[in-house]
């Protein structure tokens, strides 16, 4: 029996047992589709399929039939992620097969891409002609096994699919294909590579325009740390540049993480019919225990849906507007002088915040949030290090950890936008310079929140309301 003590409210879950990676996150036919990694027999990585659920407003979700199981030969052992597109009013997933083939299962694999196709956006067919893209179009120098995740886009009229794989080296690379009919596809080049630092598998790559640029969003698996950067095992990365869709490379300069929190992997975009471009991401991380595994029947869910813009030479990522549509019970209060501790005297566990704080004379100041006994869970800035601190040591169950990210105070101040959410807390920072998200295990009681601070400084507004969607 599920154990709905740590279901999130407005995220998306599955229905029962696992979720990662979002997959096929697509509008069409004027509603949100989005697809995931699912094991639906039991709360533990297993045999994918793909779960299924569609939304008007990406808030409220309504589970659909799962879109695609493992059964047929050259995807025996999984139906792993992938993307959706739409071509002549159908709707294609473009997804890798995966196959066992030796007796470790680790180690001996293939992979291979596939479509299926649906006229309604529910019910899929596999195609006959599958695998359309198989291990012997690997290009020499990739890695002939771990070829995965095809993140399907086109350009004047040509389909093209970004994959993710490595040099059998240690080096994360992504490869790109090209095609006129999704069906027959041909190699291009390689798109990018990891110059060492980089992990040693790229995994969910995406290529998207935005602002006349193009972007790219990819997951390295087993990055090293770069000071407060890149803490995960796991992480994510994105660069902003421009695609040459001759040679296939990837032209740019820097790379930044898209959140800096704990748990968000694989992230996956796509563009509505308003033209905003939304990134969605798994609310976890590989390798750790997940607390409801254990006698609650589920694990995994998605981050909020994020809308990404670019400022400058970076990224923006903010929740949709949607959002504000499912405030209620409002509490506002604002200028309080601030040198302590002080309960705000609102509580909550499903809730949004919007705080601005002027840091003036303090060394730290921030909000505690779910408290309660000796459980907090702490979002703090240090001005003089420019530092923004997620601590969830003392947020209940689960692991404990901090992570870190620089961010720069704006004439004296920090805005922060939270949204939490049973068992999740979403931190965007300066209106979304910066992500932090972090899934958290508190006791049902610890639904206290305080403002602290050492040293004077001014919470200048402060505001909080329920998230409820039966409105
Ligand atoms: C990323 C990933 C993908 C793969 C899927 C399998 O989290 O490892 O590379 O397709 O998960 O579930």
């Not at 996150?25 to 659920?53: D, L, S, T």
């Not at 939304?55 to 409220?60: E, G, I, K, V």
């Not at 601190?389 to 004439?411: A, C, P, W, Y």
Request: net charge negative; with cysteine; hydrophobic share 35%.
């Amino acid at each position: 029996m599920l154990n709905d003590q740590y279901r999130l409210a407005y995220h998306l879950m599955g229905e029962f047992g696992w979720m990662n990676d979002p997959n096929g996150f697509i509008f069409y036919n004027g509603r949100y589709h989005m697809f995931y990694q699912h094991y639906p027999f039991q709360p533990v990585w297993g045999p994918m399929h793909w779960g299924h659920a569609v939304s008007s407003d990406l808030m409220n979700w309504t589970y659909q039939p799962v879109a695609l199981a493992p059964d047929q030969d050259y995807d025996r052992d999984g139906c792993f992620s992938g993307s959706a597109v739409q071509m002549g009013g159908k709707l294609y997933l473009m997804y890798t097969g995966h196959i066992v083939t030796g007796p470790d299962k680790d180690r001996d694999y293939q992979q291979n891409q596939n479509l299926a196709v649906s006229t309604d956006g529910i019910r899929f067919e596999k195609l006959a002609n599958n695998p359309v893209l198989g291990p012997e179009q690997i290009p020499a120098g990739a890695s002939p096994k771990d070829f995965r995740d095809p993140k399907v886009f086109e350009r004047e009229g040509i389909y093209y699919a970004v994959l993710g794989s490595n040099d059998g080296e240690s080096k994360g690379l992504i490869l790109l294909y090209r095609s006129l009919d999704l069906l027959k596809w041909d190699y291009v080049g390689e798109v990018a590579r990891s110059d060492g630092q980089m992990g040693d598998n790229w995994e969910c790559p995406d290529v998207f325009e935005l602002d006349g640029y193009d972007v790219l969003m990819l997951s390295p698996q087993r990055m090293p740390a770069q000071g407060d950067d890149y803490q995960n095992l796991h992480s994510t990365a994105y660069m902003i540049g421009r695609l040459d869709t001759e040679s296939g490379r990837f032209h740019y300069d820097r790379y930044e993480q898209v959140d800096c929190g704990f748990d968000f992997y694989a992230p996956q975009t796509t563009i509505d019919d308003k033209g905003r471009r939304i990134v969605m991401g798994w609310m976890e991380t590989w390798e750790t225990e997940i607390p409801t595994q254990l006698g609650h029947y589920w694990a995994g869910a998605m981050s909020m849906p994020r809308e990404v813009t670019m400022r400058g030479d970076q990224l923006l990522f903010q929740p949709l507007e949607e959002t504000k549509a499912f405030r209620s019970n409002g509490f506002k209060a604002s200028n309080l002088s601030l040198d302590g501790l002080r309960d705000m005297r609102v509580c909550g566990d499903c809730y949004e915040l919007e705080v601005v704080f002027r840091a003036e004379e303090a060394k730290e100041f921030g909000l505690k949030l779910r408290t309660g006994g000796e459980e907090e869970t702490l979002i703090a800035y240090r001005p003089e290090e420019c530092l923004v601190r997620f601590n969830r040591d003392r947020s209940g169950i689960g692991l404990g950890g901090e992570r870190r990210t620089k961010v720069e105070l704006q004439e004296g101040h920090l805005a922060l936008r939270i949204f939490v959410d049973k068992s999740s807390v979403e931190v965007f920072i300066q209106g979304g310079e910066k992500v932090m998200t972090g899934r958290i295990y508190p006791g049902p009681q610890s639904q206290g929140i305080q403002v602290f601070s050492e040293g004077a400084c001014t919470v200048v507004s402060f505001k909080k309301w329920d998230i409820r969607l039966d409105q």
